[in-house]
Protein backbone atom coordinates (compact mmCIF):
# COMPACT_ATOMS: atom_id res chain seq x y z
CA UNK A 1 0.00 0.00 0.00
CA UNK A 2 2.67 2.55 0.81
CA UNK A 3 5.05 1.93 -2.41
CA UNK A 4 1.46 2.19 -4.14
CA UNK A 5 1.02 5.69 -2.63
CA UNK A 6 4.62 6.51 -3.29
CA UNK A 7 4.02 5.89 -6.95
CA UNK A 8 1.09 7.75 -7.00
CA UNK A 9 2.48 10.89 -5.31
CA UNK A 10 5.81 10.92 -7.36
CA UNK A 11 3.36 10.58 -10.79
CA UNK A 12 1.74 13.74 -9.30
CA UNK A 13 4.63 15.58 -8.28
CA UNK A 14 6.96 14.86 -11.28
CA UNK A 15 6.82 16.98 -14.46
CA UNK A 16 8.77 16.82 -17.52
CA UNK A 17 11.55 18.67 -17.37
CA UNK A 18 11.24 21.67 -20.75
CA UNK A 19 13.11 21.47 -24.12
CA UNK A 20 16.02 23.16 -23.99
CA UNK A 21 16.94 22.95 -20.46
CA UNK A 22 21.03 22.82 -19.72
CA UNK A 23 21.87 20.49 -17.23
CA UNK A 24 24.53 20.12 -15.66
CA UNK A 25 26.27 23.13 -17.70
CA UNK A 26 26.49 20.65 -20.60
CA UNK A 27 23.12 18.26 -21.00
CA UNK A 28 20.77 19.83 -23.36
CA UNK A 29 17.09 17.89 -23.04
CA UNK A 30 16.12 17.70 -26.60
CA UNK A 31 12.85 15.79 -25.84
CA UNK A 32 11.21 13.18 -23.49
CA UNK A 33 11.82 9.68 -24.11
CA UNK A 34 9.69 8.01 -20.98
CA UNK A 35 9.54 7.31 -17.27
CA UNK A 36 9.35 3.67 -16.28
CA UNK A 37 8.87 2.36 -12.55
CA UNK A 38 12.97 3.52 -11.62
CA UNK A 39 13.80 6.53 -14.05
CA UNK A 40 12.64 8.52 -16.22
CA UNK A 41 14.61 9.38 -19.40
CA UNK A 42 15.52 12.34 -21.88
CA UNK A 43 17.19 12.56 -25.35
CA UNK A 44 19.96 15.10 -24.70
CA UNK A 45 22.67 16.62 -26.64
CA UNK A 46 25.96 16.65 -24.86
CA UNK A 47 28.44 19.57 -25.39
CA UNK A 48 31.15 18.35 -24.33
CA UNK A 49 31.29 15.25 -26.44
CA UNK A 50 29.18 16.96 -28.88
CA UNK A 51 26.67 14.13 -30.05
CA UNK A 52 23.51 12.68 -28.42
CA UNK A 53 22.90 10.97 -25.49
CA UNK A 54 20.16 9.44 -23.00
CA UNK A 55 20.01 11.01 -19.57
CA UNK A 56 18.14 8.88 -17.16
CA UNK A 57 17.19 10.23 -13.71
CA UNK A 58 16.14 8.31 -10.50
CA UNK A 59 12.88 8.48 -9.80
CA UNK A 60 11.47 10.56 -6.66
CA UNK A 61 9.84 7.32 -4.81
CA UNK A 62 12.94 5.65 -5.84
CA UNK A 63 15.34 8.08 -4.42
CA UNK A 64 13.23 8.12 -1.15
CA UNK A 65 14.37 4.24 -0.56
CA UNK A 66 18.01 3.03 0.11
CA UNK A 67 17.25 0.00 -2.26
CA UNK A 68 16.22 2.04 -5.24
CA UNK A 69 19.00 4.17 -4.90
CA UNK A 70 21.30 0.98 -4.95
CA UNK A 71 19.30 -0.65 -7.90
CA UNK A 72 20.35 2.92 -9.74
CA UNK A 73 23.81 2.69 -8.64
CA UNK A 74 24.27 -1.13 -8.99
CA UNK A 75 22.58 -0.52 -12.63
CA UNK A 76 25.05 1.98 -14.10
CA UNK A 77 27.75 -0.35 -12.48
CA UNK A 78 26.48 -3.25 -14.94
CA UNK A 79 26.68 -1.18 -17.80
CA UNK A 80 30.35 -0.08 -17.02
CA UNK A 81 30.71 -4.28 -17.08
CA UNK A 82 29.30 -5.19 -20.53
CA UNK A 83 30.90 -2.91 -22.85
CA UNK A 84 29.63 -4.88 -25.95
CA UNK A 85 27.81 -3.28 -28.63
CA UNK A 86 24.99 -5.30 -28.24
CA UNK A 87 23.74 -2.87 -24.90
CA UNK A 88 23.97 0.76 -24.59
CA UNK A 89 27.89 2.16 -23.45
CA UNK A 90 27.76 4.10 -20.09
CA UNK A 91 28.99 7.35 -19.89
CA UNK A 92 28.83 10.04 -16.93
CA UNK A 93 26.89 10.26 -13.73
CA UNK A 94 26.07 13.55 -11.98
CA UNK A 95 23.13 14.95 -9.74
CA UNK A 96 20.53 17.43 -11.05
CA UNK A 97 18.58 19.50 -7.90
CA UNK A 98 19.65 16.66 -5.67
CA UNK A 99 18.72 14.35 -8.37
CA UNK A 100 20.93 11.75 -9.33
CA UNK A 101 21.62 10.58 -13.42
CA UNK A 102 23.50 9.07 -15.45
CA UNK A 103 24.19 9.06 -19.49
CA UNK A 104 24.04 6.46 -21.70
CA UNK A 105 24.50 5.75 -25.74
CA UNK A 106 21.22 6.71 -27.36
CA UNK A 107 20.27 3.74 -29.83
CA UNK A 108 18.74 5.46 -32.93
CA UNK A 109 16.24 2.66 -33.44
CA UNK A 110 13.22 1.57 -33.28
CA UNK A 111 11.83 -1.50 -30.69
CA UNK A 112 9.90 -3.46 -31.47
CA UNK A 113 7.14 -2.60 -29.77
CA UNK A 114 6.98 0.58 -32.48
CA UNK A 115 7.79 -1.66 -35.01
CA UNK A 116 4.65 -4.19 -34.47
CA UNK A 117 2.18 -1.82 -33.14
CA UNK A 118 3.23 1.35 -34.81
CA UNK A 119 4.67 0.24 -38.26
CA UNK A 120 2.80 -2.49 -38.48
CA UNK A 121 5.54 -4.95 -39.18
CA UNK A 122 4.73 -8.61 -39.38
CA UNK A 123 6.90 -11.64 -38.99
CA UNK A 124 6.91 -15.27 -40.29
CA UNK A 125 7.56 -18.21 -37.95
CA UNK A 126 11.15 -18.62 -39.59
CA UNK A 127 11.54 -14.46 -39.56
CA UNK A 128 10.49 -14.68 -35.89
CA UNK A 129 12.90 -17.37 -34.49
CA UNK A 130 16.05 -15.52 -36.38
CA UNK A 131 15.29 -12.63 -34.93
CA UNK A 132 15.11 -14.97 -31.27
CA UNK A 133 18.35 -16.21 -32.63
CA UNK A 134 20.14 -13.35 -32.74
CA UNK A 135 18.80 -12.17 -29.37
CA UNK A 136 19.66 -15.63 -27.81
CA UNK A 137 23.20 -14.78 -28.41
CA UNK A 138 22.76 -11.43 -26.71
CA UNK A 139 21.60 -13.46 -23.76
CA UNK A 140 24.23 -16.10 -23.55
CA UNK A 141 26.80 -13.72 -23.92
CA UNK A 142 25.10 -12.35 -21.04
CA UNK A 143 24.74 -15.49 -18.50
CA UNK A 144 28.59 -16.17 -19.66
CA UNK A 145 29.16 -13.10 -17.15
CA UNK A 146 26.95 -14.10 -14.65
CA UNK A 147 24.09 -11.72 -15.81
CA UNK A 148 20.67 -12.05 -16.02
CA UNK A 149 18.58 -9.72 -17.62
CA UNK A 150 14.90 -10.12 -16.32
CA UNK A 151 12.92 -7.33 -18.45
CA UNK A 152 13.21 -8.81 -22.21
CA UNK A 153 10.41 -7.33 -23.58
CA UNK A 154 9.34 -6.01 -27.08
CA UNK A 155 10.07 -2.28 -25.55
CA UNK A 156 13.65 -3.34 -24.36
CA UNK A 157 14.95 -5.20 -27.50
CA UNK A 158 15.81 -2.43 -30.69
CA UNK A 159 16.78 -3.01 -34.14
CA UNK A 160 19.06 -0.08 -35.00
CA UNK A 161 20.48 -0.45 -38.83
CA UNK A 162 19.41 -3.76 -38.94
CA UNK A 163 20.94 -5.49 -35.40
CA UNK A 164 19.56 -6.08 -32.73
CA UNK A 165 20.18 -4.24 -29.44
CA UNK A 166 19.30 -4.67 -25.90
CA UNK A 167 18.08 -2.25 -23.78
CA UNK A 168 17.13 -1.19 -19.82
CA UNK A 169 19.48 -3.23 -18.03
CA UNK A 170 17.32 -1.71 -14.20
CA UNK A 171 16.14 -5.07 -13.01
CA UNK A 172 19.63 -6.79 -14.15
CA UNK A 173 21.21 -8.28 -11.49
CA UNK A 174 24.31 -11.18 -11.05
CA UNK A 175 23.34 -14.95 -10.24
CA UNK A 176 25.73 -17.60 -8.95
CA UNK A 177 26.24 -20.28 -11.11
CA UNK A 178 26.80 -22.85 -8.41
CA UNK A 179 23.80 -22.42 -6.52
CA UNK A 180 20.77 -21.84 -9.08
CA UNK A 181 17.64 -21.97 -7.03
CA UNK A 182 14.68 -23.70 -7.86
CA UNK A 183 11.93 -21.34 -9.04
CA UNK A 184 8.35 -21.91 -9.35
CA UNK A 185 6.45 -20.61 -12.15
CA UNK A 186 4.62 -18.29 -10.07
CA UNK A 187 7.79 -16.14 -9.52
CA UNK A 188 9.91 -17.03 -13.12
CA UNK A 189 9.39 -14.19 -14.24
CA UNK A 190 11.26 -12.04 -11.69
CA UNK A 191 13.70 -14.57 -11.03
CA UNK A 192 17.52 -14.15 -10.58
CA UNK A 193 18.24 -17.17 -12.97
CA UNK A 194 18.47 -17.88 -16.54
CA UNK A 195 14.81 -19.28 -16.56
CA UNK A 196 14.00 -15.74 -15.76
CA UNK A 197 15.18 -14.66 -19.19
CA UNK A 198 14.20 -17.89 -21.15
CA UNK A 199 10.52 -17.14 -20.02
CA UNK A 200 10.80 -13.57 -21.25
CA UNK A 201 12.20 -14.96 -24.71
CA UNK A 202 9.24 -17.35 -25.06
CA UNK A 203 6.87 -14.45 -24.41
CA UNK A 204 9.02 -12.14 -26.79
CA UNK A 205 8.62 -14.50 -29.49
CA UNK A 206 5.04 -14.92 -29.03
CA UNK A 207 4.95 -11.04 -29.82
CA UNK A 208 6.57 -11.24 -32.93
CA UNK A 209 4.08 -14.36 -34.08
CA UNK A 210 1.01 -12.46 -33.40
CA UNK A 211 1.78 -10.03 -35.70
CA UNK A 212 0.43 -12.16 -38.22
CA UNK A 213 -2.42 -12.89 -35.95
CA UNK A 214 -6.31 -11.49 -37.28
CA UNK A 215 -8.41 -11.45 -34.66
CA UNK A 216 -12.37 -12.81 -35.48
CA UNK A 217 -15.61 -11.14 -34.20
CA UNK A 218 -17.24 -13.45 -32.01
CA UNK A 219 -14.31 -15.73 -31.19
CA UNK A 220 -14.38 -17.49 -27.93
CA UNK A 221 -11.16 -16.85 -26.29
CA UNK A 222 -8.74 -19.68 -27.06
CA UNK A 223 -4.53 -20.13 -26.05
CA UNK A 224 -2.11 -19.16 -28.05
CA UNK A 225 -1.43 -22.74 -29.26
CA UNK A 226 -4.80 -22.63 -30.41
CA UNK A 227 -4.99 -19.15 -32.60
CA UNK A 228 -1.57 -19.28 -33.78
CA UNK A 229 -0.56 -21.76 -37.09
CA UNK A 230 2.98 -22.76 -36.40
CA UNK A 231 5.05 -26.29 -36.53
CA UNK A 232 4.99 -28.72 -33.82
CA UNK A 233 9.05 -28.02 -33.42
CA UNK A 234 7.94 -24.33 -32.94
CA UNK A 235 5.03 -24.80 -30.10
CA UNK A 236 7.38 -27.25 -28.27
CA UNK A 237 10.15 -24.86 -27.92
CA UNK A 238 7.90 -22.40 -26.73
CA UNK A 239 6.43 -24.30 -24.35
CA UNK A 240 9.89 -25.30 -23.05
CA UNK A 241 10.68 -21.37 -22.61
CA UNK A 242 7.53 -20.68 -20.80
CA UNK A 243 8.18 -23.85 -18.72
CA UNK A 244 4.57 -24.95 -19.85
CA UNK A 245 7.17 -28.26 -20.00
CA UNK A 246 10.18 -29.14 -18.87
CA UNK A 247 12.00 -25.69 -19.27
CA UNK A 248 15.63 -25.31 -20.90
CA UNK A 249 18.75 -25.16 -19.07
CA UNK A 250 21.14 -23.26 -20.88
CA UNK A 251 21.00 -21.18 -23.86
CA UNK A 252 22.81 -23.77 -25.83
CA UNK A 253 19.98 -25.98 -25.90
CA UNK A 254 17.61 -23.30 -26.44
CA UNK A 255 19.86 -22.84 -29.59
CA UNK A 256 19.98 -25.78 -30.82
CA UNK A 257 16.25 -26.05 -30.90
CA UNK A 258 16.32 -22.71 -32.97
CA UNK A 259 18.51 -23.79 -35.37
CA UNK A 260 16.72 -26.88 -36.40
CA UNK A 261 13.34 -24.69 -36.83
CA UNK A 262 15.57 -21.94 -38.96
CA UNK A 263 16.62 -24.64 -41.14
CA UNK A 264 12.96 -26.80 -41.83
Not at 194 to 204: C, E, I, K, R
Request: charged share 25%.
Amino acid sequence: MLKAALLFTANIIEKNLPNGLVIDSRYEIVRFLGRGSYGTSYLVYDSIKQKEAVLKFLRLHRRLNKSGRTAFEYEQKLLKEINQPYFPQFFEKGEYNGKPFFTMEYVNGKTFEQLIFEEGMTYSEIEAFQIGYELLQMIEWLHHQGIVHRDIRIPNVMLDQNCLRLIDFGLARRFDRKQLPQVHLDYIKRAISPVSDFYALGHFLLFLLYSTYEVKEKQREKSWEEELSLSFQAKGVIRKLLAIDDSYQSCGEIAKDFLQIMKA
